[in-house]
């Protein structure tokens, strides 16, 4: 079976445009989740999904950013008016959802995204 | 808050060597701890986990150490290999967040040099 992935790979865009980033989870996760990596550290939770509950957005930095998802399948990220401080890696993660405990996130290989 | 964070930024072993990395974290009713591997280029892959009720888990190669009173973990590899280079992360769901959402501490990056 697949794993999540994300697209594009790298994006390279000039500061002030939008961006929009793709996150395809594992079939029959219902629970999605976006993550951002700044170079050298660790990842920050921005935002999870879980299916067709109101998305808990308590990690969205700015309202520049915003998120959607159909159903419990694809997902996009976006960015608008992006600046210099945006760069990072965005990474998208997919889990099973069982109330009450952890459930393992399986990660997506990122999408390298530079500001100009 | 709740906080992980680490002490060693990098870390260069010999192959063959054992290795640790340490992890620290704030909120004493944590209960529950993962590592994770990072290869470059790629996203974060589950190694071990451990709950609060444990002292050690032991997987292949891989023993995670919790200790409660001192809110400190550690991930000891075994006869560490080229492959373990990567950077490694401890993580812990937030409880406050309903276990939604991962905690990750900044990194510590293993070399593992020939």
């Known amino acids: 079976g697949a794993g999540v992935s994300q697209s594009p790979s790298n994006k390279v865009t000039e500061k002030g445009k939008d961006v929009e980033l793709r996150c395809d989870p594992i079939?029959?996760?219902?629970?999605l989740y976006w993550y951002r990596q700044r170079l050298g550290q660790g990842l920050e939770f921005l935002i999870y999904?879980?299916?067709?509950?109101?998305?808990?957005k308590s990690g969205l930095p700015s309202d520049r950013f915003s998120a959607e998802r159909t159903g419990e399948s694809v997902s996009t990220l976006t960015i608008q008016r992006t600046q210099q401080e945006d760069s990072a890696v965005y990474l998208c993660?997919?889990?099973?959802?069982?109330?009450?405990?952890?459930?393992?996130?399986?990660f997506g290989p990122g999408t390298r995204l530079t500001v100009l | 808050g709740e906080s992980v964070g680490l002490h060693l930024p990098t870390l260069s072993v010999q192959e063959g060597d054992n290795s640790i990395i340490n992890c620290a974290y704030s909120?004493?009713?944590?209960?529950?701890f993962i590592w994770y591997k990072q290869e470059s280029g790629k996203g974060p892959q589950f190694i071990i986990d451990?709950?609060?009720?444990?002292d050690k888990r032991q997987g292949q190669r891989v023993t995670v150490l919790l200790n409660k009173t001192v809110k400190h973990l550690s991930l000891q590899i075994a006869a560490t290999q080229p492959g373990d280079s990567a950077v490694y992360f401890c993580?812990?769901?937030?409880?406050?967040?309903?276990?939604?959402?991962?905690?990750f501490g900044a990194g510590t990056r293993l070399a593992v040099h020939p």
């Open positions: 993660a997919s889990s099973l959802r069982v109330s009450g405990i952890y459930n393992e996130q399986f």
């Open positions: 079939s029959g996760h219902t629970a």
């Open positions: 999904f879980q299916g067709n509950s109101a998305p808990d």
């Open positions: 909120n004493s009713a944590s209960d529950y």
């Open positions: 451990i709950r609060s009720n444990m």
């Open positions: 993580a812990e769901p937030s409880i406050s967040g309903g276990y939604n959402k991962l905690i």
